[in-house]
């Protein structure tokens, strides 16, 4: 009985063995193949498990462990508001606004790492910035539905780290190809409201966020864009001309200096200020 009893565990531990080295190499061939050409571009299993935590790979406690990981890594709220140059006319973000308390919508904790703007279906959504295309994710069984993502030189930004934004609920899979160079204003997908959804059917929206690092580095691994050593920032501090951009950092602004004023491309291509290097995803009146 005794001797039983040691092959099953031994049994047992090499399953175990074969589990995880099974994973290990998943990780390390799971990748974008067209991307390791791309400049930054480092295999998966260079990217370590919380910054995959941090974009929602789910590891150990699942949502709870995820949510203590974006806290740490910029998701929480920092009461920004847009502010408009010139008091244009602007698509506006609904309720959905940066960093909530997404638990009373799912069945995990998680929050809501970006904000929403509403728009008819098949409104034509920009880039926010010059950048180059770095995920094309369909996410059948994913609540994000079709996306999108570019990634921006602090060159292309005149911010002092490299950014990626990220584009959600699509209406089609956009024909951009990865690697593709992207100008800001450039249309990269239109408006819907794909995804897994819940018991209520979505409203079409955008659903547009930000991730930023010092590292060049990032990866794609068929699923996700990770920046290495990345951060979410809140989609309004994107827009701000001098630093700070953390979201600590953001929180504790004075009243007057959470409202971001926010440059933008008009219907007829005019860019409010002319020299601006960021826009907001729709065009203004």
């Known amino acids: 009985m005794k001797n039983m009893m040691t092959l099953v565990c031994l049994g047992i531990g ?31 299993h260079q990217i370590n498990d919380e910054i995959r935590m ?3 790979k789910y590891k150990g406690g699942g949502g709870a462990e995820n949510v203590a990981v974006q ?10 508001v847009p502010a408009f140059i010139d008091d244009a006319k602007c698509p506006q973000i609904d309720s959905e606004k940066w960093a909530i308390d997404y638990f009373y919508k799912r069945s995990r904790k998680a929050l809501h790492k970006g904000i929403d703007i509403p728009r008819p279906s098949g ?34 930004t005149g911010l002092p780290f490299w950014t990626y934004s990220q584009y959600t609920h699509l209406k ?10 992207i100008k800001m204003g450039q249309e990269i997908g239109k408006t819907s409201n794909t995804g897994k959804m819940g018991k209520k059917r979505r409203r079409d929206a955008l659903h547009f966020a930000i991730l930023y690092s010092k590292s060049p580095e990032w990866s794609n691994d068929g699923a996700v864009v990770t920046p290495q050593n990345g951060y979410f920032m809140d989609p309004n501090a994107f827009y701000r001309l001098d630093p700070p951009y953390d979201s600590p950092s ?11 004023p926010v440059p933008y491309m008009m219907l007829n291509g005019m860019l409010v200020p002319a020299d ?10």
Not at 71 to 80: D, M, N, P, S
Not at 139 to 156: A, F, M, S
């Open 250 to 260: 953001m929180l504790k602004l004075p009243g007057k200096e959470k409202y971001i």
């Open 71 to 80: 806290k740490t890594r910029g998701v929480i709220e920092t009461g920004l």
């Open 14 to 44: 090499v399953l175990m063995i074969f589990a995880v080295s099974g994973f290990s190499k998943n990780r390390q061939l799971l990748s974008c193949q067209p991307c390791a050409a791309l400049d930054g571009f480092v295999p998966p």
């Open 123 to 156: 409104t034509p959504i920009m880039a926010v910035a010059d950048g180059m295309v770095v995920g094309k994710f369909e996410n059948k069984h994913n609540k994000k539905g079709i996306e999108i993502v570019l990634r921006h030189t602090p060159d292309q």
């Open 54 to 56: 941090m974009v929602g």
């Open 276 to 285: 601006t290097k960021r826009i907001w995803p729709y065009p203004c009146r």
């Open 172 to 181: 089609e899979m956009s024909p951009l190809a990865l690697g593709e160079k």
